[in-house]
């Protein structure tokens, strides 16, 4: 089977062109640092966000995988370790979010200096856990954990592929196993840390499985467009119109749990009708974030879910890749909606830095996916599941 598959040998101009407009995004961040500081961060934090929840996505999704025995991801599963192989990159991008934590989050930071007694009263009861030492011990802790098992993973497939004694199907199982309880709970610290303490009177226990569901679905539909890709080029032979309905249903199933964690979160609040709660949502419907929030649900679930139900849609690669690659783009808003309206002040809600922002986190996560997996299959080749996965059929 080795002979059959081909090997990735490709990637140079994706690269380059990767990393030349990660510089570009860099120049702009930085040239905008003079214009706006404070929006430089929330723009740079909204695409981080982006980046880490696909990556951390797309890590569940293997785990999950392996951890079901399930046969037909074998024929797409490499693919998903290549979009999980940028989280060492990931891990290092946070290093410039340090120098924005004052913009970010200034008030857990300094609770005696806000001016609002109850206000500060919440925040002085949460400094045991919302403190600068805690919250980067933390900080370190995720990425630990989410490396620790992608780099796991990744390398037990690869081994793999040198020989079948060292497929390790068992082993990877039992790692996923164990290791699923670990990710879910550092990506739920994570989205408490990172996005809701913007807002650190506001609280929802809703928003860890909010912030999942969306990363999960973005990590499928990127992994959609990755198959559709590497297919054209004849990097995945065996890869029917099953496998792509399979991504076509998940696709599917997971736009409607976002929109269902989406909807109980905003409906339950709502409801309460409590001052903390619901300024967040009120902070995102008045002025021009009313019409933002529209776009942002029209383009998350409704656009897509219209499209999904149609069953002919799924079994059509390019069409069900366009579909992901919307999907994709709906997910950047989601997350530029949890993140941009916390800045201060009265601000448009689009810049040209969120597009510099973006360029400067996914450019260097797409270059160093693609260099690591530049001479190895796009196919686990001694998975003793692979030829029952290229075999698959759904009707």
Not at 92 to 104: K, R, Y
Not at 134 to 145: E, I, P, Q, S
Not at 228 to 243: E, I, K, N, W, Y
Not at 349 to 363: I, N, S
């Amino acid at each position: 089977m080795n002979r059959r598959i081909p090997i990735f040998r490709g990637g140079r101009a994706l690269i380059s062109r990767s990393l030349g407009l990660a510089l570009l995004g860099a120049l702009l961040l930085v040239a905008g640092g003079f214009v706006d500081r404070e929006r430089v961060f929330y723009a740079y934090l909204a695409a981080y966000a982006y980046a880490v929840t696909t990556a951390v996505g797309a890590l569940i999704f293997l785990m999950i995988c392996h951890a079901m025995g399930a046969t037909w991801p074998v024929a797409v599963r490499r693919l998903a370790e290549a979009i999980v192989s940028a989280l060492p990159v990931l891990a290092v991008l946070f290093v410039p979010l340090l120098f924005g934590l004052e913009s970010l989050y200034g008030d857990w930071l300094h609770p005696e200096s806000v001016h609002d007694e109850h206000v500060r009263t919440l925040l002085l009861h949460k400094k045991p856990y919302l403190n600068l030492p805690f919250f980067l011990v933390r900080t370190g802790v995720y990425f630990a954990v989410w490396l620790a098992l992608g780099a796991l993973l990744r390398r037990g497939s690869l081994r793999g592929d040198a020989s079948p004694a060292l497929a390790g199907g068992g082993r990877l199982r039992a790692l996923s196993i164990g290791g699923l309880p670990p990710v879910a709970l550092a990506l739920s610290f994570a989205s408490f840390d990172w996005l809701m303490s913007l807002a650190p009177t506001w609280v929802s226990t809703m928003f860890p499985v909010y912030v999942f569901a969306g990363g999960f679905v973005a990590a499928i539909a990127l992994l959609t467009a990755l198959a559709f890709t590497a297919d054209r080029a004849g990097l995945l032979p065996g890869l029917s119109a099953s496998h792509y309905y399979a991504l076509g249903r998940l696709l599917l199933a997971f736009t409607i749990f976002w929109a269902y964690a989406a909807f109980f979160q905003f409906m339950l609040m709502w409801i309460a009708d409590k001052p903390e709660e619901v300024e967040f949502y009120l902070r995102r419907y008045h002025g021009p974030w009313g019409t933002a929030t529209l776009v942002m649900v029209l383009a998350r679930f409704v656009i897509p879910f219209v499209i999904l139900l149609n069953y002919r849609i799924k079994r059509r690669p390019a069409w069900l890749s366009a579909v992901a690659a919307w999907v994709l783009v709906a997910h950047y808003l989601d997350m530029h909606w949890l993140v941009v309206p916390e800045a201060s002040g009265a601000r448009a809600p689009y810049h040209w830095l969120d597009l510099a922002a973006l360029l400067a986190v996914v450019g260097p996560c797409v270059a160093f996916a693609a260099l690591r997996q530049r001479g190895k299959p796009l196919v686990p080749v001694n998975d003793p599941a692979l030829p029952a996965a290229l075999r698959y059929e759904s009707v």
